[in-house]
């Protein structure tokens, strides 16, 4: 396991430095390629092979992100996902060997941020976490500049400053993720969003291959707030339900 050096406090790296990516597979010859790739690409790179040293290695070296694969020795991808998550918040990007929309759908709730199907290119996987550290980033700046005010649409309420989501008055915990996808969808109410759109906005992904990933984080986003809130507009993409005026 490659050995790297961590501040005072163990902290991840701070923008701008070189950020820390654990990869979390028990193939080794996929763990070796999905670390060489990443390190091509300037990331620094730890590696676990199963459920128990995932959680271990997550909490001694605090990474900006995880590729973690679900199917694990020991514990499962979601279980660490869920124990790892219960300590720190950290973007993960899960693999999957299934194209099982049932795995995707619980892979986002109980906390990761994408998902990726087997088998899948290494260029995708660089440019996928390219973007979840770009969203983790966003993120930040909004946070000490937010936008003011709480938008209300009927009894959905979007507090964009706290990055916080009421349903009739009641918090609902969403992911990064299904909280930039829902405020993209309530900046135009009623509009149409093309999937295309969506990914262009929310993942900085122009590649219409991702549309498959709209689809499952809008059904992880149904399940949280409403199903009649999204409307699907068959062929062409989403749109945020609002009360009639």
Request: glycine letters at 6%; a negative charge.
């Amino acid at each position: 396991m490659e050995q790297t050096h961590t501040g005072n406090n163990g902290v991840a790296a701070t923008p701008g430095a070189q950020r820390r990516v654990l990869v979390v597979e028990d193939d080794t010859t996929i763990v070796d390629a999905i670390a060489a790739r990443l390190r091509a690409e300037g990331f620094q790179v730890q590696t676990a092979v199963d459920g128990p040293a995932a959680v271990d290695t997550a909490e001694a070296w605090q990474p900006d992100l995880m590729v973690l694969d679900i199917m694990l020795p020991g514990f499962d991808g979601l279980e660490v996902c869920r124990r790892v998550q219960a300590r720190r918040p950290v973007p993960v990007l899960m693999l999957t060997a299934r194209d099982d929309e049932t795995d995707m759908l619980v892979g986002l709730g109980v906390g990761a941020d994408d998902y990726m199907t087997k088998p899948f290119s290494m260029r995708e996987l660089a440019a996928r976490v390219h973007v979840l550290l770009r969203r983790v980033e966003r993120a930040a700046l909004a946070a000490t500049t937010p936008r003011t005010g709480i938008l209300r649409l009927g009894e959905l309420e979007i507090d964009h400053a706290q990055r916080r989501v009421r349903v009739r008055g009641e918090d609902v915990h969403l992911t990064p993720t299904e909280f930039d996808l829902l405020s993209c969808l309530a900046n135009t109410p009623r509009a149409v969003l093309s999937r295309e759109q969506l990914l262009a906005e929310v993942w900085d992904w122009a590649d219409a291959s991702g549309t498959r990933t709209v689809d499952s984080h809008i059904k992880a986003l149904r399940r949280k707030i409403g199903a009649e809130r999204i409307r699907t507009v068959h062929g062409v993409g989403y749109a945020l339900e609002t009360p009639a005026p």
